[in-house]
């Protein structure tokens, strides 16, 4: 009613007096929330009891269930589909053991892993999924956070409980008959191999396809995403497209996967789904750089993770935390938390740790140590993008080595794939807030070196919804070509920060920026200039403790910034 009377403007005395009131009462609010807000980042520390985060682990039967006893031979020529399948619905119905994969070259089409089962493959075992594409069937399922059809994946599980894949051996998803590839990716001699070998290329040649059905897919609008009405026939035509994942587990609980090598997937390598109680340990995963799509492991809606002692080189993310996309995601509400990551490596990948761009159900509470990026593209990668939603928060990182990243050492990216890419400052006009917007905040990040980057750190919010909340101490970042890039954002706090790029025009540079604060500060002595301050909405930007300590002349101020927005301590 209060809107309705406002709106027309035929108020009675006693409402204009509630509207004002009312008014009063909602700039309180939101001012105690401000100032609720503001004490929170300032008291983000790190957890002291990771209690919550502890995955339970599978514990199984001695009894063991030997392929060969089903009649699997490891000639590289038969079946095994069948036989690997028999021995473990066997062991499963028997109450569960091992299923043993002794050492050998076994042959085999997709197969599906059964509570209590644990599929043990000894040193020397390769379990090879074949390369014929006729033997995946294609089946609903998620994919990239929407309801999709995939063909199956090679090794699947759904509401399964204590289930793992352990021991020393390797698991081949026979990804490169799946894969298109890109003539850019290849050196030449390799790219005459690949076009040699059969397949079909893009009409302009710079793709290889390794079918009809494949070329079709990337030309058809939304392939895979299922809609209403559909049935699975529809999807024939363009199967060869749909690319599995080579491991995918969906609600399932007490999940181990530990010593294996998992390689050469199709799309995706590892992607839990809505599970429960899932341990990474001492694993190696492997894709050609090429691999498009071919991520590390994603662990989209899951709670308690985790991820441990285990090398990653692909051709995709690394690492990645995801919670379904957009309005499916929301509507599924099921956040990735409770997620430790320790004691990794990884290489050549798009990004070493990644949360997003699909985090449409939210990601909280997630705790990433000791880990190591080479090569990579990018290495700590925050990604999303409008009509995501979301919140991703209380994520905490301690002790990260970095060197020769392509991109960015540090990215929080809130435009990811936008055209406009949010630049220039200013040209990008906020939007209205709605259950779509995504919301990055609440972030410690500690005791990280990288040496080698194009970016030390690049931070970059949304108009109507900053990146927020975020605290960096004692981070060393040397040989980068720029330094600190950061645009709409909020509640930052930099303490014991080492900026020396290449590029000195200016050291940090800042844009439509509240509420920043630098706490020792180190750079160049020659540095050109250290500060480039542009938007009239920036202030509350503090230096403490400079090294050295700046001249007037080192500052500037663009678009709107002025002087009064900028204070440095004993100037």
Same mark, same amino acid.
């Given at each position: 009613?209060?809107?309705?009377?406002?709106?027309?403007?035929?108020?009675?005395?006693?409402?204009?007096?509630?509207?004002?009131?009312?008014? /009063?009462?909602?700039?309180?609010?939101?001012?105690?929330?401000?100032?609720?807000?503001?004490?929170?980042?300032?008291?983000?520390?790190?957890?002291?009891? &990771?209690?919550?985060?502890?995955?339970?682990?599978?514990?199984?039967?001695?009894?063991?269930?030997?392929?060969?006893?089903? %009649?699997?031979?490891?000639?590289?020529?038969?079946?095994?589909?069948?036989?690997?399948?028999?021995?473990?619905?066997?062991?499963?119905?028997?109450?569960?053991?091992?299923?043993?994969?002794?050492?050998?070259?076994?042959?085999?089409?997709?197969?599906?892993?059964?509570? =209590?089962?644990?599929?043990?493959?000894?040193?020397?075992?390769?379990?090879?999924?074949?390369?014929?594409?006729?033997?995946?069937?294609?089946?609903?399922?998620?994919?990239?956070?929407?309801?999709?059809?995939?063909?199956?994946?090679?090794?699947?599980?759904?509401?399964?409980?204590?289930?793992?894949?352990?021991?020393?051996?390797?698991?081949?998803?026979?990804?490169?008959?799946?894969?298109?590839?890109?003539?850019?990716?290849?050196?030449?001699?390799?790219?005459?191999? &690949?076009?040699?070998?059969?397949?079909? +290329?893009?009409?302009?040649?710079?793709?290889?396809?390794?079918?009809?059905?494949?070329?079709?897919?990337?030309?058809?609008?939304?392939?895979?995403?299922?809609?209403?009405?559909?049935?699975?026939?529809?999807?024939?035509?363009?199967?060869?497209?749909?690319?599995?994942?080579?491991?995918?587990?969906?609600?399932?609980?007490?999940? +181990?996967?530990?010593?294996?090598?998992?390689?050469?997937?199709?799309?995706?390598? /590892?992607?839990? /789904?809505?599970?429960?109680?899932?341990?990474?340990?001492?694993?190696?995963?492997?894709?050609?750089?090429?691999?498009?799509? =071919?991520?590390?492991?994603?662990?989209?809606?899951?709670?308690?993770? @985790?991820?441990?002692?285990?090398?990653?080189?692909?051709?995709?993310?690394?690492?990645?935390?995801?919670? %379904? $996309?957009?309005?499916?995601?929301?509507?599924?509400?099921?956040?990735?938390?409770?997620?430790?990551?320790?004691?990794?490596?990884?290489?050549?990948?798009?990004?070493?740790?990644?949360? %997003?761009?699909?985090?449409?159900?939210?990601?909280?509470?997630?705790?990433?140590?000791?880990?190591?990026?080479? =090569?990579?593209?990018?290495?700590?990668?925050?990604?999303?993008? $409008? %009509?995501?939603?979301?919140?991703?928060?209380?994520?905490?990182?301690?002790?990260?080595?970095?060197?020769?990243?392509?991109?960015?050492?540090?990215?929080?990216?809130?435009?990811?794939?936008?055209?406009?890419?949010?630049?220039?400052?200013?040209?990008?006009?906020?939007?209205?807030?709605?259950?779509?917007?995504?919301?990055?905040?609440?972030?410690?990040?500690?005791?990280?070196?990288?040496?080698?980057?194009?970016?030390?750190?690049?931070?970059?919010?949304?108009?109507?919804?900053?990146?927020?909340?975020?605290?960096?101490?004692?981070?060393?970042?040397?040989?980068?070509?720029?330094?600190?890039?950061?645009?709409?954002?909020?509640?930052?706090?930099?303490?014991?920060?080492?900026?020396?790029?290449?590029?000195?025009?200016?050291?940090?540079?800042?844009?439509?920026?509240?509420?920043?604060?630098?706490?020792?500060?180190?750079?160049?002595?020659?540095?050109?200039?250290?500060?480039?301050?542009?938007?009239?909405?920036?202030?509350?930007?503090?230096?403490?403790? @400079?090294?050295?300590?700046?001249?007037? $002349?080192?500052?500037?101020?663009?678009?709107?910034?002025?002087?009064?927005?900028?204070?440095?301590?004993?100037?």
């Amino acid at each position: 009613m209060l809107y309705n009377t406002a709106r027309y403007g035929f108020q009675p005395v006693f409402l204009k007096r509630k509207a004002k009131l009312f008014r /009063l009462w909602l700039i309180g609010l939101f001012v105690f929330i401000g100032c609720i807000t503001r004490a929170s980042a300032q008291e983000l520390s790190w957890p002291k009891d &990771l209690s919550a985060y502890q995955p339970a682990v599978p514990r199984f039967r001695a009894d063991t269930f030997d392929i060969r006893r089903y %009649g699997a031979k490891a000639d590289g020529r038969t079946l095994n589909t069948q036989a690997i399948q028999s021995a473990i619905d066997a062991c499963s119905v028997a109450g569960g053991g091992v299923v043993l994969i002794p050492d050998g070259f076994w042959l085999t089409g997709p197969i599906v892993l059964k509570s =209590g089962v644990d599929l043990h493959l000894q040193s020397g075992a390769l379990l090879q999924f074949t390369r014929d594409r006729d033997q995946y069937p294609l089946v609903k399922t998620s994919y990239e956070g929407l309801v999709a059809v995939r063909c199956q994946s090679p090794i699947s599980a759904e509401n399964a409980e204590n289930i793992a894949i352990t021991g020393a051996g390797i698991v081949d998803g026979g990804g490169d008959a799946w894969r298109m590839v890109k003539k850019s990716k290849l050196p030449p001699d390799a790219w005459k191999q &690949l076009v040699a070998s059969g397949g079909v +290329l893009s009409a302009d040649g710079n793709t290889w396809y390794p079918s009809e059905k494949s070329l079709l897919g990337s030309q058809t609008p939304d392939a895979g995403v299922w809609k209403t009405g559909m049935q699975l026939s529809d999807f024939e035509r363009i199967r060869d497209f749909l690319r599995p994942n080579l491991l995918k587990f969906t609600s399932c609980k007490k999940i +181990l996967l530990q010593g294996v090598t998992f390689r050469n997937s199709p799309a995706w390598c /590892l992607h839990p /789904l809505m599970c429960e109680d899932l341990t990474v340990s001492g694993i190696t995963v492997y894709n050609p750089e090429y691999a498009q799509n =071919g991520d590390g492991i994603d662990v989209e809606s899951c709670t308690r993770v @985790l991820i441990e002692n285990s090398q990653f080189a692909t051709g995709d993310d690394g690492i990645c935390l995801k919670s %379904g $996309r957009d309005e499916e995601g929301r509507k599924r509400g099921m956040p990735t938390q409770f997620v430790q990551v320790r004691n990794c490596v990884v290489y050549h990948a798009h990004g070493g740790f990644v949360i %997003g761009s699909e985090m449409s159900g939210g990601v909280h509470d997630v705790v990433v140590q000791h880990c190591t990026f080479i =090569g990579a593209d990018n290495g700590l990668r925050f990604k999303t993008t $409008r %009509g995501r939603g979301g919140v991703v928060e209380n994520i905490f990182v301690d002790g990260v080595v970095m060197e020769n990243i392509v991109h960015d050492a540090i990215l929080f990216d809130m435009y990811y794939m936008a055209t406009n890419a949010a630049e220039p400052i200013g040209e990008v006009k906020p939007m209205p807030v709605t259950e779509a917007t995504p919301v990055f905040r609440r972030f410690l990040i500690r005791n990280v070196v990288c040496r080698g980057a194009q970016r030390g750190i690049y931070i970059r919010g949304l108009p109507e919804m900053p990146v927020q909340q975020l605290k960096l101490e004692h981070i060393a970042l040397a040989d980068t070509r720029q330094g600190l890039i950061c645009s709409y954002a909020r509640q930052l706090k930099f303490e014991d920060l080492q900026l020396f790029p290449l590029q000195t025009d200016p050291v940090i540079d800042l844009a439509q920026v509240r509420d920043i604060q630098f706490d020792i500060l180190h750079y160049a002595p020659d540095a050109r200039l250290l500060l480039r301050l542009q938007g009239a909405e920036s202030g509350n930007i503090r230096f403490n403790h @400079l090294f050295p300590a700046p001249s007037d $002349r080192m500052i500037r101020y663009t678009g709107g910034a002025s002087r009064a927005m900028v204070e440095v301590a004993g100037k």
